[in-house]
């Protein structure tokens, strides 16, 4: 049944041309990270050998009956707070019924009318600086399936296979379904919101939120219109499970609907999938996809009544979120909009920019290393802050020696190479290298006072008003310290001496 | 010794005086499966030899090492689950199936120290009224071996009936305890929802089912009770009774009010059940108890709205039978949709799949409001009835069945007469309130049940009540069955379940 529509339409236009407008809204489900499953005492493992985590009540026996966890309720609700959505008082869950044999229940149990969380939004940083501004819809609980593994057969999928193997492992683990309003108008936006989503909920400290491990998880509902026409018809994209893949899937659905649409056909409401070997999205049409999932309040399970100092009392115990913080980092140190923004979306380096601004007094300063040559450093070797050999108060250190005019600013490069490669602090490496700027005025006035009284003519020069022969001295100070000499103080003690000397 | 007429409270007398061993009494109770159950077909698995193993566990033990139940028998509608034990809800698709755990209810028992016979039959996953719907024998009514004993806990009801145990757990979602219960002239409970864990019980409609007793009196009903209730972690719908019903004592109905509710009786009933629960009322004055008229014409809208919220509930509830993980999957599947179709087709029996297909429907896009969310209201209507009711009434009494026990085969071809069966049992669940059918006379030779409901978690005050009755009108509880030699080799033969261990493999008694 499987249908490359990749090429139906004639010529493809590219992405943007013609007039077309994109229409995106996306589902996300957020893996939360408790220590068991949504619904039984089985701890939430990845990785671990298959069916070594599982009980009769996530198995599905008969006559099992669910538990709701509240720590999964309690992280569910971290979440829809930081992305301001309004708590519902009153939610309760409903059954989802579908046959699949990842489902041992043959209904998953999920959210419909009555979500936990309502009515929010989170405003997007896009690459030009400017924010858009995304509602979400909804956020609600449900449970996991588990994993298929089909064997044989060319398709990988469950017609035309071998045999399949279930791994229930994954089965009950708790699942956040975060959607959004279509307000999101193109891949890159679409890539921008799941980035700084993935900051936020990691930020919460409630899941592992990596897309390749499928802690992440992506689907988008795309159409395509005309500016200021209604909504065409929209498809529901799958399988994109990287930042990649949901910008190259987006990418040839919307280009796969601008062809049909411009060779006078229609899209078709239906579920698409991307195939990230060949980069093509296709359907699969037949059986599977007529469903009805017969949603109704699961008797199993009381209403969850979420009282508001049960909400304020998680609501406190939040961490600064990234809006609240990049206004505050633009209040407290006086950086720009942009590097705030970079800051706050980043919790790990902005509690680095803050340690190293408070270590040394000078935000400033602070600032230009922490987003110029760490991040540098960091981006080149594809780390993250916490894995960096050169911790905040390292870095501290090293600008202080900079504040202190020991190391010069292109010295202190050298030294942070030094100090990521070895490890060791500014102090040992300035030591070891001979790399400190000589600024002790006795030992350099010595140094001045017989640089001037080996040159009387270039002295009386200088005296007579040839400012420029100034470069000479310093340039032989420099020469007599092996170029150590702090130039500020070189300067300074010249004059000095220059000018003592006429008086003289 | 002589097990017949024995109440469970007798039993844990006789061991306490140490007149009888726990394997002696054991023994005794298998003796009398083996000579009566070929008739009766209660026992879908007898597990003589788990049974014998934990009577001589007990009986090692001094007497004061013993807890107060240690030892007494029982018998376990095979609708809960038994660890390591054929849990088979007399369905095909379950066949073969061994849960790996044990039902709340049944850990409360082992840990008490009663003895487990074996597993009852029933209607497929209680859902029936006669227990001709059982995937593997048809129980027979130990009162008239022509006639069904009811159902869905109709194995049990006859079990207890028949003295092939002292007394036995059945589960009630529109009156599958009671209603069996009054056609064989036992005692029958229905908790309040929620009094009991339903952790283990294979689930029908989770909304309405509840695991409750079914006795040879009401002591031995309020102490089965007292063994089960309790809110446990792992049922988020129970909560447990605020205290334990104790011994009912009650001698008198003194300045007690009860309602005979309107819709549920006369015309409802057929003219000999109406005599034995006008006698009833007479007793009920005669004890200084007041009776007197209440409607509550939203009953009358029981069976419909039970017909739509039971069969949508188990139409998901029973979806987990797929022949992914367990039980029965077809020996011939292309797909994993022909492996769906053909396993699900081949393992549910007729009345199941219709509720099935009656519940997808009534769940159906389109359809839901019209059919499942209308159901709710009325079943809103109904709990408002009851407890408008209950303002005026201690209690609400109606017969527990409006016909004594039918034959077996009379109503299997017309599913709306079966269905209505339960007319006046069905409302109660509904309302998610406790309540007991008790013996309350014959009719053609036949017992008539009196059905007696409380207002939620009353059944302390219920069993009170059910116990003046019955002291009162001292009806006759052992069945005129004769103790014949073993059922003849033919009629075992037709008794499905190859796994079950039955006493033919091995020498019971002495």
């Known amino acids: 049944m499987r249908q490359d529509v990749s090429k139906a339409g004639g010529l493809v236009p590219l992405f943007g041309n013609g007039g077309w407008e994109a229409v995106i809204g996306l589902e996300i489900h957020v893996q939360l990270n408790t220590r068991t499953k949504m619904f039984c005492g089985c701890r939430v493992t990845f990785g671990e050998p298959p069916n070594t985590h599982v009980c009769p009540v996530c198995l599905g026996h008969p006559g099992v009956l669910p538990v709701i966890n509240e720590k999964a309720v309690e992280y569910a609700t971290r979440i829809a707070l930081a992305l301001e959505c309004r708590i519902a008082e009153h939610t309760i869950f409903h059954r989802k019924n579908y046959f699949y044999p990842d489902l041992p229940k043959a209904y998953q149990i999920s ?48 017609d035309g296979a071998d045999y399949s193997l279930v791994d229930f492992n994954r089965g009950g683990t708790p699942l956040v379904e ?56 929209k498809t529901e994209l799958k399988n994109m499970n990287s930042f ?121 300063l602070s600032a230009n290393w922490v987003l110029g040559d760490l991040s540098g450093y960091l981006n080149a070797r594809g780390l993250d802050v916490e894995a960096c050999p050169v911790t905040a108060s390292a870095l501290a250190e090293l600008l202080g020696l900079v504040l202190e005019g020991t190391l010069s600013g292109k010295m202190a490069k050298e030294v942070f190479e030094a100090m990521a490669a070895s490890g060791k602090c500014a102090r040992d490496i300035v030591a070891e290298r001979g790399l400190g ?33 100034l470069g000479f001295f310093v340039g032989q100070v420099m020469k007599e310290t092996g170029g150590q000499a702090n130039p500020q103080l070189v300067n300074d003690l010249l004059r000095k001496h220059l000018g003592t000397a006429a008086k003289a | 010794m002589d097990v017949t007429g024995l109440t469970a409270w007798g039993c844990r007398e006789l061991l306490a005086k140490r007149e009888v061993s726990a394997t002696e009494l054991v023994r005794a109770y298998l003796e009398r499966i083996y000579r009566v159950d070929g008739r009766i077909q209660a026992y879908l698995l007898v597990d003589a030899e788990g049974a014998l193993a ?55 028992l082992r840990e008490a120290g009663l003895i487990f016979l074996g597993k009852l039959n029933l209607d497929e996953f209680a859902m029936g009224s006669s227990t001709e719907n059982s995937a593997f024998q048809v129980t027979r009514n130990p009162w008239d071996l022509e006639r069904v004993p009811g159902g869905s806990s109709g194995g049990s009801a006859a079990c207890v009936a028949a003295s092939e145990a002292p007394w036995a757990l059945g589960s009630d979602t529109g009156g599958s305890i009671r209603q069996p219960a009054s056609l064989c002239g036992v005692v029958g409970l229905k908790p309040s929802y929620g009094a009991v864990s339903r952790y283990g019980l294979v689930a029908f409609a989770s909304s309405l089912d509840q695991i409750g007793p079914l006795t040879r009196d009401v002591r031995d009903a309020a102490a089965l009770l007292d063994l ?15 205290e334990p019903v104790g011994v009912p004592d009650w001698g008198g109905l003194d300045g007690l009010r009860f309602g005979v509710i309107t819709e549920l009786g006369g015309e409802a009933c057929e003219p000999g059940v109406q005599e034995v629960f006008s006698t009833a009322v ?169 059905q007696i409901i409380g207002p939620h978690f009353s059944e302390k005050r219920l069993l009170g009540a059910a116990h003046a009755l019955e002291q009162y009108l001292k009806v006759e509880r052992v069945p005129p069955l004769s103790e014949e030699a073993a059922g003849s080799a033919a009629s075992r033969a037709t008794r499905e379940p190859a796994a079950r261990v039955t006493l033919e493999d091995r020498e019971v008694g002495g």
């Open chain 2, 228 to 242: 089960i209730a309790g809110r446990d972690p792992r049922d988020s719908t129970s909560v447990g009774l605020a």
């Open chain 2, 282 to 450: 007479d007793a009920i004055g005669n004890l200084g108890g007041m009776c007197e008229e209440v409607s509550l014409p939203s009953v009358t809208r029981g069976v419909a709205a039970y017909y739509i919220i039971a069969p949508s509930e188990a139409s998901s509830n029973l979806a987990r039978f797929d022949g992914v993980r367990y039980g029965y999957r077809t020996p011939q599947a292309g797909d994993l949709y022909e492996m769906y179709v053909r396993t699900r087709s081949e393992g549910f029996g007729a009345e199941v799949k219709r509720r099935i297909m009656i519940g997808t429907y009534a769940l159906s896009a389109g359809y839901y409001e019209a059919y499942y969310a209308q159901a709710q209201r009325t079943r809103t209507l109904i709990r408002n009835d009851f407890a408008r009711a209950f303002e005026r009434f201690d209690f609400l009494i109606s017969p527990t069945s409006p016909t004594v026990a039918f034959t077996v085969g009379e109503r299997t071809a017309d599913p709306l007469a079966m269905y209505l069966s339960d007319l006046c049992t069905i409302p109660v669940n509904l309302a998610g309130l406790p309540a007991v059918s008790i013996p309350a006379g014959f009719s053609a030779g036949l017992p008539v049940g009196l």
């Open chain 1, 244 to 364: 990649r893949f949901l910008h190259h899937g987006l990418e040839a659905e919307i280009e796969r609907q601008i062809a049909l649409l411009e060779a006078g056909e229609s899209v078709v409401q239906e579920t698409v999938h991307f195939d990230p070997v060949t980069g093509r999205v296709f359907t699969l049409r037949g059986k599977e996809e007529a469903h009805d999932y017969r949603y109704f309040p699961e008797p199993d399970l009381p209403p969850l009544e979420l009282s508001r100092e049960y909400v304020e009392r998680i609501r406190a115990s939040l961490p600064e979120l990234p809006a609240a913080r990049k206004e505050r980092l633009i209040r407290q140190y006086g950086l720009s909009s942009k590097e705030a923004a970079i800051l706050a979306a980043d919790r790990p380096l902005a509690d680095y920019f803050e340690a190293v601004a408070q270590a040394t007094g000078e935000p400033r």
């Open chain 1, 437 to 469: 700027q000589i600024s002790d005025v006795a030992q350099l006035e010595a140094v001045v006072a017989r640089v001037v009284e080996a040159n009387p003519g270039p002295a009386e020069e200088y005296r007579q008003g040839r400012e420029r022969v």
């Open chain 1, 111 to 158: 959210q419909y009318d009555l979500p936990l969380g309502v009515g929010g939004h989170l405003d997007v940083e896009l690459e030009d600086g400017t924010l858009l501004p995304v509602g979400i819809t909804r956020v609600h609980l449900e449970e996991d399936a588990g994993k298929l593994i089909h064997a044989g057969g060319a398709s990988g999928r469950i």
């Open chain 1, 178 to 233: 975060i959607v959004t309003e279509p307000d999101i108008k193109s891949p890159e936006q679409a890539r921008a919101f799941l980035m700084q989503l993935r900051n936020l909920v990691r930020q919460l400290g409630v899941s592992d939120v990596n897309m390749e491990e499928g802690s992440l998880r992506c689907d988008a509902n795309v159409s395509v219109r005309r500016p200021e026409e209604p909504f065409g018809t």
């Open chain 2, 54 to 108: 934990a009577a001589s566990a007990v009986d090692a033990k001094a007497p004061g090492e013993r807890l107060p139940w240690e030892g007494v028998p029982i018998a376990l509608k095979d609708i809960l689950c038994v660890k390591g034990v054929e849990t088979t809800c007399a369905s095909r698709i379950l066949k073969g199936y061994r849960p790996p755990y044990d039902a709340t209810v049944v850990a409360k």
